[in-house]
């Protein structure tokens, strides 16, 4: 995932370096909204947001989102975060709809768009999803996200991400390879083959060294602990 904001590198929630712990209550957190004035506060809001998410807080992630949204309207397109909030809140069409407008300032991102196919199948399970694609001649500049890319829209295999994580020399594609693999088996109703790509994904070296602050590794815990997978 992607996402832009015009302020000083402190503030971006992007670096997954940077884990702010906020225990503050939403209550609390509303009463700061109105009367604050720090500039950062929308930016603030959604590290809050994704420290809930963080936490196994869905629904108080969402809320922190949203009030990030409500001071700072611009951020809509940025708050890919909240997508996937939704989606774990099982509340797919919300999440097609934020993955969806994020792919308008950002097409080149293949998990906006995978996350949209999955909303959608879990949405709809019976019906072909209405994928986006990527702009004609362009690709996401992560090579393993061709081959996710390619499983959600149904011209790849499951063996063909799996390899290719494999034979990477890349850390982080070995878990992004079979994170996506547990969550492409999810939507699809294979839950058993879900859980243990899932759990594989977290055992792998980067989840659990290098890539311990990556969100995605976050939402593959967050993922198995909501679906009582550890």
Not at 114 to 132: K, Y
Not at 207 to 224: F, I, L, N, Q, W
Request: with cysteine; hydrophobic share 35%; glycine share 6%.
């Amino acid at each position: 995932m992607v996402c832009f904001f015009a302020i000083g590198d402190a503030f971006n929630p992007c670096h997954t370096s940077l884990h702010i712990h906020s225990k503050t209550s939403t209550r609390l957190l509303l009463a700061e909204k109105t009367t604050n004035n720090d500039p950062y506060l929308a930016q603030k809001l959604v590290f809050r947001g994704m420290d809930a998410f963080r936490n196994g807080q869905v629904d108080l992630s969402i809320q922190l989102f949203d009030q990030a949204e409500a001071l700072k309207p611009s951020l809509t397109p940025y708050l890919w975060q909240r997508g996937l909030s939704y989606y774990y809140a099982d509340r797919f069409a919300e999440a097609s709809q934020q993955f969806r407008t994020d792919v308008q300032v950002n097409p080149l991102d293949v998990e906006e768009i995978v996350w949209d196919i999955g909303s959608q199948m879990r949405l709809r399970p019976n019906e072909p999803p209405n994928a986006m694609t990527l702009p004609p001649g362009k690709r996401d500049r992560r090579k393993i996200m061709a081959k996710v890319y390619n499983l959600f829209r149904g011209e790849g295999t499951e063996h063909d991400l799996a390899l290719a994580g494999h034979q990477s020399e890349r850390l982080s594609d070995e878990f992004y390879a079979l994170f996506y693999l547990g969550l492409y088996c999810e939507v699809r109703g294979e839950i058993t083959k879900a859980s243990e790509y899932m759990k594989q994904a977290l055992q792998t070296e980067y989840a659990t060294s290098v890539g311990e602050k990556d969100y995605m590794t976050s939402v593959a815990r967050v993922h198995c602990q909501l679906r009582g997978w550890v």
